[in-house]
């Protein structure tokens, strides 16, 4: 008999947390196809220096994300689209974007740049964090497929100190010329 009585209630919170859920999906979805102007509709950029997301490791998607939103990574075009997010929207994101797979770019791969960025990648022991693969894993971004120019640009700012780098990956291409960071950013987005 108390059952009975409390039936209504259980299906109406049952039927609100399956309303929840879909409207929490929506808005994952109506949040991606905000990110899909710039990071493409897969999450796989098309835009020149504008980073694929497709493939990443999800710690590394909530990380960046994160640190766009409490301001310490700056990254102007992101600014607005970030600082309300919760904590629940970006687990979701990066869940949604780590489960895509990675495409190539579709940008033209110089040979001799792959085979110099092979040596240099040895020698500065890239796969220690990025994995054999380049795929990443967990805090360590995906590189392999990634956009050349969008590569050659950030590791142009690692090397040059940009405010907010990670002091590890400066360190590991301190030195290198303008020439021997497109040899990597070639290498890395044919792997």
Same mark, same amino acid.
């Given at each position: ?11 109406? /919170?049952?039927?609100? /947390? !399956?309303?929840?859920? %879909?409207?929490?999906? =929506? ?7 905000q990110?899909? +102007? ?22 590394? /998607? !909530? ?11 700056? +990254? %102007?075009a992101?600014?607005a689209?970030v600082?309300? @997010?919760k #904590? ?12 895509? *797979?990675?495409? *190539?770019?579709? %940008?033209? /791969? #110089? =040979? ?6 092979n ?12 994995? *054999? ?6 805090? !360590?971004?995906? !590189? ?21 780098? #990670?002091?590890l ?14 040899? @990597? ?7």
């Amino acid at each position: 008999m108390l059952f009975v009585m409390w039936r209504p209630l259980v299906v109406a /919170i049952a039927v609100a /947390i !399956i309303l929840f859920s %879909e409207a929490r999906a =929506q808005g994952v979805a109506d949040r991606a196809k905000q990110c899909a +102007v710039c990071h493409g509709e897969d999450g796989n950029s098309r835009m020149p220096n504008i980073p694929s997301l497709a493939g990443q490791p999800e710690f590394f /998607i !909530i990380n960046q994300l994160f640190l766009m939103r409490e301001g310490v990574r700056k +990254v %102007e075009a992101m600014a607005a689209l970030v600082k309300d @997010l919760k #904590d629940d929207d970006l687990q979701a994101l990066a869940k949604h974007y780590a489960a895509l *797979p990675a495409k *190539p770019s579709g %940008e033209a /791969i #110089d =040979q001799a740049l792959v085979q110099r960025g092979n040596e240099l990648a040895a020698t500065r022991r890239c796969v220690s964090c990025h994995q *054999p693969s380049f795929a990443g894993a967990d805090q !360590i971004p995906r !590189i392999a497929k990634q956009r050349v120019d969008y590569l050659t640009t950030a590791l142009k700012e690692l090397r040059n100190g940009r405010p907010g780098s #990670d002091t590890l990956m400066s360190a590991a291409v301190a030195g290198l010329s303008d020439a021997d960071l497109a040899a @990597l950013a070639h290498y890395a987005a044919s792997r």
